[in-house]
């Protein structure tokens, strides 16, 4: 299997909303590199999965 080495969280990366779900930021994306294709609040890659 091929699995990608976790990311350390530092603050800033993530908040937590009013339902209790992390919440990951801008800064957190771009430091991960990629975009995951699951239509992250705060992606910074252009994916929108309304057209995808």
Do not use: A, W
Not at 3 to 12: A, H, T, V
Not at 35 to 47: D, I, L, T
């Amino acid at each position: 299997m091929n699995f990608k080495k976790p990311i350390p969280l530092e603050e800033g990366d993530y908040y937590t909303n009013e339902q209790g779900y992390r919440v990951f930021t801008k800064q957190y994306h771009l430091k991960r590199g990629y975009c995951c294709k699951s239509g992250c609040k705060h992606c910074p890659f252009g994916y929108d999965n309304k057209i995808d």
